[in-house]
């Protein structure tokens, strides 16, 4: 699976966009683009997914550029809930090997009042 | 609808103790998962299964075993605990295939002294 660059963490205001970049440069023509989240040492939640296009559902928004080296995870108006530790995975579907998921460092998003 | 459920929730363990890390789901998924997370770090995978009588390993195997006889358990096995084993467990399940979301259960902390 391709490799992904994150930030470290970023700080968010309560009520604005929290755009969370990633970095996924050789990635391949067939790998999607997965982010999760993971709040205070919960279980990993499932945000959202896509191969090429723009996808948005009740949670978020993911924008993939055109040439898929990167993306940007929208989260269009955070609350302090949404204070967590968010993961790009790059990963190929392969039936080989199953649905693994290689998980990075991550984002540290903070919210903030 | 439970989902992903890990028991128990936390262990101490002597070093050179055995146990056995339950995980159960009952949305007839075909791939299930066991996860280990360091303090500050990612997950890591440990052993997965794509169905029943069907196991493979993942990054860090050694010291754990597992076994899937049935559809809805995947218990994970520690042979002969180690201080280095200390870290939080996450069991995860999905459908096959593209298009799937991995649903993580709550985690059992496990401390080896």
């Known amino acids: 699976d391709a490799k992904t660059t994150q930030p470290t963490s970023m700080d968010c205001a309560e009520g604005r966009a929290a755009n969370l970049p990633c970095n996924h440069s050789?990635?391949?023509?067939?790998?999607?683009v997965y982010w999760y989240r993971q709040i205070h040492s919960q279980g990993p939640q499932y945000i959202i997914h896509g191969l090429k296009n723009n996808e948005t559902n009740e949670m978020a928004s993911l924008i993939i550029t055109e040439d898929r080296k990167s993306s940007t995870l929208i989260l269009p108006h955070a609350t302090l809930r949404d204070t967590a530790v968010y993961y790009c995975?790059?990963?190929?579907?392969?039936?080989?090997?199953?649905?693994?998921?290689?998980f990075g460092g991550g984002t540290r998003l903070m919210v903030k009042p | 609808n439970a989902g992903v459920t890990q028991t128990p929730k936390f262990q101490v363990l002597k070093t050179g103790q055995s146990m056995t890390l339950q995980c159960a789901q009952d949305m007839n998924h075909e791939y299930m998962s066991w996860y280990r997370q360091d303090p500050g770090m990612g997950l890591r995978l440990i052993h997965y299964s794509v169905g029943a009588g069907i196991t493979d390993q993942g990054e860090v195997p050694n010291g754990y075993n597992v076994s899937r006889s049935t559809t809805e358990d995947f218990p994970l096995r520690l042979l002969s605990a180690a201080p280095s084993q200390t870290s939080v467990y996450f069991c995860?399940?999905?459908?096959?295939?593209?298009?799937?979301?991995?649903?993580f259960g709550q985690g059992t902390r496990l401390t080896v002294v």
């Open positions: 995860a399940s999905s459908y096959w295939g593209i298009n799937t979301e991995a649903f």
């Open positions: 995975i790059v990963r190929v579907i392969n039936n080989n090997a199953g649905n693994m998921l290689t």
């Open positions: 050789t990635i391949s023509g067939n790998e999607y």
